[in-house]
T-cell receptor, first 114, second 112 residues
Framework: DTGVSQNPRHKITKRGQNVTFRCDPI?????LYWYRQTLGQGPEFLTY????????KSRLLSDRFSAERPKGSFSTLEIQRTEQGDSAMYLC????????????FGSGTRLTVV | AQRVTQPEKLLSVFKGAPVELKCNYS??????LFWYVQYSRQRLQLLLR??SRESIKGFTADLNKGETSFHLKKPFAQEEDSAMYYC??????????????FGQGTILTVHP
């Protein structure tokens, strides 16, 4: 297990296109989280899963964003009809329910919408 | 709603000087507080958490519920401590923790 893996590392897309990111968590972790980070800001919560169930979704998240974790393992985050304001670093993290060892973060996917 | 405030975006100290990174929070329930750190070109990682009461890399943090603060301290800063530091809060429900809410971060620079 090499930790939390995110793909792709970078994505440049034209405004209006759809993009999908993938996150592979640590296999023993049943919690998976998605965060967004823009320059000069801390990570902002988007959504999280416990196994395959999506437990919480940020009210800031528009309907253009959707996330899945179909078998309780990897997760995908899709953004439809991208806008320039979606440009950010998208971070995935995983943890145990008790967060005994905190979150383990991936390297992130940097999205640029042109 | 829970909120975490780190009032200093930038903090510069000289090697060997004491350092304190401030963190204030607002939450009406029982929170668990964390400090995360991101070194240059590395992933965000856990530094320490309140409940473990450990000292990691010489850093300590005390939860002050009266002042709703969780400041991070180190008596003698080292150059390798230069990094971005984030304070974070999680709600506790039994043995289950909710999502983390992060502050905006403080960039610590330790000069030689």
């Amino acid at each position: 297990d090499t930790g939390v893996s995110q793909n792709p590392r970078h994505k440049i897309t034209k405004r209006g296109q759809n993009v999908t990111f993938r996150c592979d968590p640590i296999s023993e972790h049943n919690r998976l989280y998605w965060y967004r980070q823009t320059l000069g800001q801390g990570p902002e919560f988007l959504t999280y899963f416990q196994n395959e169930a999506q437990l919480e979704k940020s009210r800031l998240l528009s309907d253009r964003f959707s996330a899945e974790r179909p078998k309780g393992s990897f997760s995908t985050l899709e953004i439809q009809r991208t806008e320039q304001g979606d440009s950010a670093m998208y971070l995935c993290a995983s943890s145990q329910v008790t967060q005994r060892d905190g979150y383990t973060f991936g390297s992130g996917t940097r999205l640029t919408v042109v | 709603a829970q909120r975490v405030t780190q009032p200093e975006k930038l903090l510069s100290v000289f090697k060997g000087a004491p350092v304190e990174l401030k963190c204030n929070y607002s939450y009406s329930g029982s929170p668990e507080l964390f400090w995360y750190v991101q070194y240059s070109r590395q992933r965000l990682q856990l530094l320490l958490r309140h409940i473990s009461r450990e000292s990691i890399k010489g850093f300590t943090a005390d939860l002050n519920k009266g002042e709703t603060s969780f400041h991070l301290k180190k008596p003698f800063a080292q150059e390798e401590d230069s990094a971005m530091y984030y304070c974070a809060l999680a709600k506790i429900g039994g043995t289950s923790y909710g999502k983390l809410t992060f502050g905006q971060g403080t960039i610590l620079t330790v000069h030689p």
